[in-house]
């Protein structure tokens, strides 16, 4: 659809929300306008709290849920965040049934008119899902890893900036300003991505966690496999056998393992095939501490890419280029 088109239809929408909303009389943001309090948004995993943090700034409390460092795909939250999950007016999730126990908690415990809104659902069709060797389609679990492919991280701060316009109506405008800035600096991120992914001689990429299935669609790299199997124990012998073989065979300079799951098979996997075996990406553990600007959505892609690149031969320049920053004060507690 072409652009305007697209922005003139959701100003039509917009127009009968409106409308619908002049019309009703008690809807349930009354308590927000009347009394000008600030919302209480709970999010799960690092990358998706900044994303949030990104749009709302300071004007809503944002709290994480998933401690960084710790396996997401297996996290089961504390009876103890049913205390903030009945407080939130709305959760942020990722979806594509990433964080189940935290969902069933969120709805057990929600308040009246707060909602659970799935970022990564709302943003994929689910013929656009991606099933694979850690994520098969026979366990219902597609690949959740939408936020690694910035242009589907764009579509989560949309939905974040729409929703929270909904919810917060005052502050609407401050949303919207700061979800341009953060699509502007998507754009330049997308840029620097590409000019530096030009210089790979082969993008193709082995990964023990399997976080990248839709950014190698979008930016056109070759996933070869991954290690991790859906149960997150290591693959039998014969795998790690037939995986080395292909090492070898597609002559990829690097592999890569994640620093939250340390691997000693993709290790040997490395050694056994006489490649390089980097063992630092992070999919949902944001560099540096929370208060550093590295702590971001944008600082975790910009390390993930600078390190494929340089390990894979190419030259990232470009990705180093892009100055970290987010485009709004973060106030987001994250869970350490
Ligand atoms: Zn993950």
């Given at each position: 659809m072409a652009m305007w088109k697209k922005a003139a239809l959701v100003g039509l929408v917009w127009m009968v929300a409106l409308a619908g909303a002049a019309c009703g009389g008690d809807d349930d943001t009354g308590a927000l306008a009347a009394g000008g309090d600030r919302l209480r948004i709970a999010t799960t995993v690092a990358p998706i709290t900044s994303i949030v943090a990104n749009i709302v700034g300071d004007r809503a409390d944002?709290?994480?849920?998933?401690?960084?460092?710790?396996?997401?795909?297996?996290?089961?939250?504390?009876?103890?965040?049913?205390?903030?999950?009945?407080?939130?007016?709305?959760?942020?999730?990722?979806?594509?049934?990433?964080?189940?126990?935290?969902?069933?908690?969120?709805?057990?415990n929600l308040k009246d008119g707060a909602e659970i809104v799935e970022l990564g659902t709302l943003t994929l069709p689910e013929d656009e899902y991606i099933y694979d060797f850690s994520f098969p389609k026979s366990e219902g679990k597609p690949n959740p890893h939408l936020w690694t492919d910035p242009t589907l991280a764009r579509r989560y701060a949309e939905i974040v900036k729409d929703d929270m316009s909904k919810r917060d109506a005052d502050n609407a405008d401050y949303y919207a300003a700061n979800y341009d800035k953060f699509s502007d600096l998507i754009d330049e991120l997308d840029a620097a991505m590409r000019e530096s992914f030009a210089t790979i001689p082969n993008r193709e990429l082995l990964t023990y966690h399997d976080a990248y299935a839709y950014f190698a669609k979008t930016y056109d790299w070759k996933v070869i496999g991954a290690i991790q199997v859906s149960d997150f124990e290591d693959p039998t012998p014969a795998e790690v056998a037939d995986l080395i073989d292909q090492v070898k065979a597609e002559g990829v300079p690097a592999i890569f393992g994640s620093e939250v799951f340390p691997s000693p098979v993709l290790e040997q996997i490395g050694r056994e095939a006489g490649v390089k075996y980097v063992d630092e990406l992070r999919d949902d553990d944001l560099p540096g501490e929370p208060g550093d600007v590295e702590h971001s959505w944008l600082g975790l892609m910009r390390f993930d890419y600078i390190t494929m690149t340089e390990a894979l031969g190419g030259e990232a320049s470009a990705l180093k280029g892009v100055e970290l920053r987010n485009v709004a004060p973060d106030t987001a507690k994250y869970p350490q």
């Amino acid at each position: 659809m072409a652009m305007w088109k697209k922005a003139a239809l959701v100003g039509l929408v917009w127009m009968v929300a409106l409308a619908g909303a002049a019309c009703g009389g008690d809807d349930d943001t009354g308590a927000l306008a009347a009394g000008g309090d600030r919302l209480r948004i709970a999010t799960t995993v690092a990358p998706i709290t900044s994303i949030v943090a990104n749009i709302v700034g300071d004007r809503a409390d944002v709290e994480g849920i998933v401690p960084e460092g710790t396996n997401s795909h297996t996290f089961e939250p504390k009876p103890s965040v049913a205390e903030l999950l009945s407080d939130a007016d709305v959760v942020y999730i990722n979806g594509l049934v990433l964080e189940e126990p935290t969902r069933e908690l969120a709805e057990e415990n929600l308040k009246d008119g707060a909602e659970i809104v799935e970022l990564g659902t709302l943003t994929l069709p689910e013929d656009e899902y991606i099933y694979d060797f850690s994520f098969p389609k026979s366990e219902g679990k597609p690949n959740p890893h939408l936020w690694t492919d910035p242009t589907l991280a764009r579509r989560y701060a949309e939905i974040v900036k729409d929703d929270m316009s909904k919810r917060d109506a005052d502050n609407a405008d401050y949303y919207a300003a700061n979800y341009d800035k953060f699509s502007d600096l998507i754009d330049e991120l997308d840029a620097a991505m590409r000019e530096s992914f030009a210089t790979i001689p082969n993008r193709e990429l082995l990964t023990y966690h399997d976080a990248y299935a839709y950014f190698a669609k979008t930016y056109d790299w070759k996933v070869i496999g991954a290690i991790q199997v859906s149960d997150f124990e290591d693959p039998t012998p014969a795998e790690v056998a037939d995986l080395i073989d292909q090492v070898k065979a597609e002559g990829v300079p690097a592999i890569f393992g994640s620093e939250v799951f340390p691997s000693p098979v993709l290790e040997q996997i490395g050694r056994e095939a006489g490649v390089k075996y980097v063992d630092e990406l992070r999919d949902d553990d944001l560099p540096g501490e929370p208060g550093d600007v590295e702590h971001s959505w944008l600082g975790l892609m910009r390390f993930d890419y600078i390190t494929m690149t340089e390990a894979l031969g190419g030259e990232a320049s470009a990705l180093k280029g892009v100055e970290l920053r987010n485009v709004a004060p973060d106030t987001a507690k994250y869970p350490q």
